[in-house]
């Protein structure tokens, strides 16, 4: 090969790296690596604290931010999970992407059950229970702790 054809052969491989480079930059797609995020959930407070920007309470909307989950939206509006799964019909409530937005609905005091009625607070009585003294027909004895 001859010093102009090498030239020529020369060129023509940086002109084709260089060609590469500028479509990987272009039209590439960055991967990050799992490992290289340390993503962490938003508590239900810092989500609370940006509700004015986050939620539009006259459309119901909700923009989600990086570090939001399910549960930590619906527990800073007072509303069930769940409710929040059906209306916006996901098909899992563990992938939300930040950007997206969620319809919340909310009814006047601002809970909403699973099944799309109001709660009503109630606290249920439970059992109490008693000290027993004897246990399969032998006597229990205290004891003592020293």
Known sequence: MNDLNQSKYQCTIMLSLLVVMLLSV???TSYVSA????????????????????????TGQYDIQYGDTINGIAEALNINANTVVAENQLSDANLIYAGKQLTITTQANGY???????????????????????????????IDNQ
Request: charged content about 10%; cysteine-free.
């Open 26 to 28: 272009l039209f590439g």
């Open 35 to 58: 490992n290289s995020i340390n993503w962490q959930a938003n508590s239900v407070q810092q989500i609370k604290a940006k509700l004015p920007i986050t939620f539009n309470a006259r």
């Open 112 to 142: 909403v059950a699973a099944g799309g009625q109001a709660a009503t607070n109630q606290a249920t009585v439970l059992p109490t229970a008693s000290l027993v003294s004897e246990f399969d027909g032998n006597t229990i004895h205290q």
